[in-house]
């Protein structure tokens, strides 16, 4: 197709149609970074800073203001020492279902 054609394609696509509109389905909700960092936080070992930042895409001072954030919001986040050279991990003890869901919005 030219380059004209596409225009006018365009053009008639979103002149001519209007979207269907609905809600999103609860499989289909997009899952928050808070809640994501619950779920991460709350595995067995946990997650130290360097983990949590790569998986964010955060600097590590943001990783630590989002760990304040979670205990400010009422999560107990308990942090473990590390031996020589580790990082500390943190974890938050056995969360329940609801109070994540209910919190992580």
Known sequence: M???KLKT???NATNGLV???TKPSA?????TRKAQM???LSRKNGADVIAITKQFGWQPHTTRAALSRLRKD???V????ASRGKPARYRI???SPGKAAANAG
């Open 93 to 95: 003890p056995q969360v």
């Open 19 to 21: 979207a269907e509109q």
């Open 74 to 76: 009422g999560y107990e």
């Open 27 to 31: 499989n289909n909700r997009r899952t």
């Open 78 to 81: 308990i942090r473990d020492r």
């Open 38 to 40: 619950i779920r991460l």
């Open 2 to 4: 030219t380059t004209k």
């Open 9 to 11: 394609a365009a053009r």
